[in-house]
């Protein structure tokens, strides 16, 4: 520390010396006040400026929050509760559809199984029988099958066939214009 000596003269003509009065504590934290902002000044800073606008949001916000409830009156709250029963009743409504549906689908799913059952037993008793059965006819058309069996068949001999009937395409008789012909021997004559 460093003492700086001051001088006062009297009119009397006495030379009188004091020191500056020192607090040894306001010295000590001002130097570390001086050295914490010269190391981080620019941090302390950007801290500071963030914590004010962290308080101000959180004024906005609760300021707001406030305001919204005191807002809310008994109309409003009749107007969800109107809304909630809607919606409510949507979702009835959509149930019992869902419901009907289900049901539909379930009588449709056992009439399926009773016509495969009854289709099974239908193959059994014609196995049975010594008859042959196709399953992938369908019960409709084995039944108009079975009634148009009884009319009388036109016989299939009215079609043209495809070739004659001596025609063998080992023997190259063919007379067409695909045939094999082989390439000329010897050297090729060009110039």
């Avoid at 000596?5 to 934290?29: A, F």
């Avoid at 919204?68 to 919606?87: L, N």
């Avoid at 099974?120 to 029988?129: G, L």
Wanted: hydrophobic letters at 25%; proline letters at 5%; aromatic letters at 6%.
């Amino acid at each position: 520390m460093e003492m700086d000596d001051v001088e006062i003269t009297d009119e009397g003509g006495y030379h009188v010396e004091k020191e500056p009065p020192k607090n040894q504590d306001l010295t000590s934290l001002s130097l570390t006040a001086g050295e914490l902002l010269s190391q981080y000044g620019w941090y302390l800073l950007l801290v500071s400026v963030l914590a004010y606008l962290l308080i101000q949001y959180l004024s906005k916000k609760i300021s707001r929050q406030s305001s919204q409830s005191s807002s809310a009156t008994p109309q409003d709250s009749a107007f969800v509760v109107k809304r909630q029963e809607a919606m409510e009743a949507a979702r009835r409504k959509m149930q019992v559809e869902l419901d009907a549906k289900a049901v539909l689908f379930k009588e449709k799913q056992k009439q399926q199984e009773e016509e495969k059952r009854r289709q099974k037993i239908e193959i059994w008793d014609s196995m049975t029988q010594g008859k042959s059965y196709k399953g992938d006819k369908k019960p409709s058309q084995t039944t108009e099958e079975a009634s148009s069996s009884t009319t009388a068949q036109k016989p299939t001999t009215d079609k043209k066939p495809l070739r004659s009937a001596d025609y063998n395409p080992l023997s190259g008789g063919a007379g067409g214009s695909c045939t094999f012909r082989p390439g000329r021997r010897g050297p090729s004559s060009g110039g």
